[in-house]
C-alpha cells in the first residue's frame, strides 16, 4: 500500500512558541501547530511572526504541520 502524500497549505504565522514551534493560522481559518522542516533549520532560515510560509500537513492529522517554505513578502 503506498504511502499517503502530504497536503501543502500556505498560512501566515501568528505566534511564535518555543523550541522552534509555531501556530500558523492557514488560509481558510484553521489553525495548525507547526515546526520547521529540517533543510531550513540547517541552512539556518528564520522565520518570524507575521510571514508567509508553506506547510505540509498529514492527512492523519489536520492539527500538526511542517513549514517547508517561507515566502519572501
Known amino acids: 500500500m503506498a504511502k ?3 497536503i501543502e ?7 511564535v512558541l518555543p523550541d522552534a514551534t509555531f501556530r500558523v493560522q492557514v488560509n481558510n481559518g484553521h489553525d495548525v501547530h507547526a515546526t520547521i522542516a529540517g533543510k531550513m533549520r ?3 532560515i528564520r522565520v518570524l511572526a ?3 510560509v508553506t506547510l505540509e500537513v498529514s492527512p492523519y492529522d489536520l492539527t500538526r504541520g511542517r513549514i517547508t517554505f517561507r515566502h519572501k513578502s
Open 50 to 52: 507575521g510571514d508567509r
Open 9 to 15: 497549505l500556505e498560512g501566515t504565522v501568528t505566534e
Open 4 to 6: 499517503e502524500e502530504a
Open 42 to 44: 540547517r541552512f539556518r
